[in-house]
């Protein structure tokens, strides 16, 4: 699947709990993501995986645990923390706003302004300077979506999946979090956003996936994180597990000390 550096992870967590009420819903979690790996989160429904990237991305308080960014430790209590240090999040829901032109969308919260006095004084954005960076960026990535002018809700499934990872790739600076990319999408449109996701590797960028496809795992992935009731209950090479493995860890059914190459 690619070269990997095997030292200090590029992100790791170590204790990460979550409590809602008397339900714990993460119990002591840790996570490794190496630098240049594509690394996926499987689990059934309620097994804590989203929790859990929503836990070190700030996006949900955490009741303890660590988060450290090459090793060292860094305190990420908030999404602006996460982008600040180079996490790029792209969740189910693709966070896209409808009424907004694909542009727009990209730059949310990140616009250019004019350097001119418009722009110091008035905050004026640089639309053209925006343009021709996401025309750039949709070239590099061979994004076939040439009206960038249109509001988001007049684009497909895919398309509007391949604009929300391109972010990722403008902004991640390290660390790439997909959240479902597929779910929503089609056979095509699937195999598209996953030529994407393995796209990313090339951009630099070390990718933890969450993904109920196990197919996608064991194609586009190198290790793999299995979940179980909020607690992790082993961490696989792609290599030393199949299909059928990979389920019965899931549930339940295989024991983690059984599963080896």
Not at 14 to 31: C, M, N, P, S, Y
Request: glycine letters at 10%.
């Amino acid at each position: 699947m690619g070269e990997m550096t095997q030292g200090v992870p590029v992100l790791e967590a170590r204790g990460i709990t979550k409590h809602f009420g008397g339900v714990t819903a993460l119990d002591d979690v840790d996570l490794e993501l190496r630098q240049g790996e594509i690394l996926a989160i499987v689990g059934d429904n309620g097994a804590g995986k989203s929790t859990l990237i929503k836990a070190i991305t700030g996006a949900m308080s955490r009741d303890g645990g660590t988060v450290f960014f090459d090793g060292q430790e860094v305190q990420v209590e908030t999404p602006s923390d996460a982008k600040d240090i180079g996490i790029e999040t792209v969740y189910q829901d693709l966070a896209l706003v409808n009424e907004l032109s694909i542009t727009k969308n990209i730059f949310l919260g990140r616009e250019i302004r004019r350097d001119d006095f418009l722009g110091h004084w008035f905050g004026a954005l640089d639309f053209r300077r925006m343009e021709n960076e996401v025309r750039d960026l949709f070239q590099r990535l061979d994004i076939r979506i040439t009206d960038i002018y249109r509001d988001a809700q007049a684009f497909s499934g895919g398309q509007r999946q391949a604009v929300a990872l391109s972010k990722t790739v403008m902004f991640g600076k390290r660390v790439a979090i997909l959240d479902e990319p597929t779910a929503a999408l089609g056979v095509r449109e699937r195999k598209a956003a996953m030529k994407m996701v393995t796209s990313l590797k090339e951009f630099g960028l070390s990718v933890i996936m969450i993904t109920h496809n196990m197919d996608h795992v064991l194609n586009y992935c190198d290790r793999v994180q299995i979940m179980r009731l909020g607690r992790r209950i082993a961490v696989r090479d792609v290599s030393e597990v199949d299909g059928d493995s990979l389920v019965g860890l899931i549930t339940g059914a295989i024991d983690a000390n059984e599963v080896r190459a």
